[in-house]
């Protein structure tokens, strides 16, 4: 069936352009940006949440250094660089982790935090020259990475205040493992996590790619109103095939009533990718999608869909891969062959999808949205 062509494509972010945090780090990816419209008395602009990953400077021969977010005497949180002698203490496994003996836990070598970056356009972002949010909780300790963006219709009441933009985030640590964890912002310059009297994450290991839809919908178990999401459990026996499952929740802290909606299969697993956006046939919801080959290669790709707006576990439409890596990246890969969608928003008659490509730079692909919504074909 082929892929839509977009009206304009291009990497928007690249590490080089990134200024690191302070002297002693590099800044070696931008990728994985959440999404959302955002207005306010300057008018409407597009807002990404990117992930930027830094690494030290710092030089200490036969060692191997690992990040980890601490709280200083003063209060204040602020990276401290842990060296393991290499080969003895631990070793690298690839370009980004290391394994440490005799425990044979994973470490990152890098630490992600979020930086703002703002759009008129779409395509041409001012980015953020300090982090906009940055590991704070312990179950942050080892970085903070790919948000996404949720604007909700009816915003959450949270401590008397009323919040309009929900971000889901992967939260890494030593005690947590890889989790997700939930805040929501009015402005973009201030915080709260949930929950707010004591932030802790919302999904427990291994959880990733958590995506909540931006209106209620209602729960055919209790007859009510609830929040909505796509979560992707990973089932450590190695039973099941990563997947896609629709859970609800009356307050977005404790979730349930969990359905299977989309399921991982020979080809790899499957994960959401932005948000879901409402549109006037129902919800649009793009994943993303490990496409193995016969040469033992592989691929992250796209797919979209399209759901009920009253019962989303129903699939009234659907696309075969609508996303694939072709743009030349000049950076060297962290993972070969992704096109990662992670972000994306309908402005006026286009879809603008936002991707992290190679896990090392930002991508934009824009479409006329009608012309999107017609490769998919009735399920």
């Keep these: ?20 945090s302070n ?3 590099k800044v070696i990816s931008v990728c994985n940006p959440g999404a959302t419209l955002f207005s306010d008395d300057k ?51 690839d370009k980004v982790l290391m394994i440490v003996e005799p425990e044979e836990r994973k470490r990152p070598t890098y630490i992600s935090h979020f930086r703002l970056a703002e759009s008129k356009d779409g395509i041409n972002f001012k980015i953020s020259e300090k982090p906009t949010f940055f590991p704070r909780e312990k179950y942050e300790e080892f970085g903070i990475e790919d948000a996404r963006i949720t604007k909700l219709e009816d ?45 802790a ?39 099941m095939v990563p997947s896609i499952v629709l859970s609800r929740s009356k307050d977005l802290i404790q979730w349930g009533d969990h359905q299977l909606f989309i399921k991982g299969d020979e080809k790899g697993h499957v994960g959401a990718g932005p948000a879901p956006l409402e549109c006037e046939d129902g919800f649009l919801i793009i994943d993303h999608q490990h496409r193995h080959h016969q040469d033992g290669t592989k691929e992250y790709i796209g797919r979209a869909y399209l759901v009920d707006k009253r019962d989303p576990s ?44 190679n896990d090392v730079a930002t991508a934009v692909y824009v479409y006329k949205f009608k012309d999107f919504m017609d490769f998919l074909s009735p399920v």
């Design 23 to 25: 002297e002693n780090l």
């Design 155 to 199: 915003g959450v009441n949270i401590g008397g205040k009323n919040y309009k933009h929900l971000i889901s985030y992967v939260a890494c640590s030593g005690e947590q493992d890889v989790c997700t964890a939930f805040s929501v912002t009015n402005d973009f310059k201030n915080f709260v996590r949930l929950p707010k009297k004591n932030p």
């Design 43 to 93: 008018g409407e602009k597009i807002y990404l949440l990117l992930r930027v990953m830094e690494k030290t400077n710092d030089e200490f021969p036969g060692h191997i250094a690992a990040p980890r977010a601490i709280k200083n005497s003063r209060g204040e949180y602020e990276i401290r660089w842990e060296w393991e002698r290499a080969n003895k203490d631990a070793n690298c496994d």
């Design 201 to 239: 994450p919302i999904f427990f290991s291994p959880s990733k790619d958590v995506v909540v839809f931006p209106k209620k919908i209602k729960n055919p178990r209790t007859g009510e109103y609830e929040f909505a999401a796509l979560t992707r459990p990973y089932g450590q026996a190695g039973y």
């Design 1 to 20: 069936m082929g892929v839509p062509k977009p009206i304009e494509e291009r990497v928007i972010a690249i590490p080089e352009k990134i200024k690191s």
């Design 314 to 357: 129903k699939i009234l439409k659907r696309s075969d891969e609508i996303l694939e890596p072709h743009l030349k990246i000049e950076n060297a890969p962290f993972v070969n062959n992704v096109t990662f969608p992670s972000g994306a928003i309908i402005k006026g008659d286009n879809l603008f999808i936002y991707t992290g490509e």
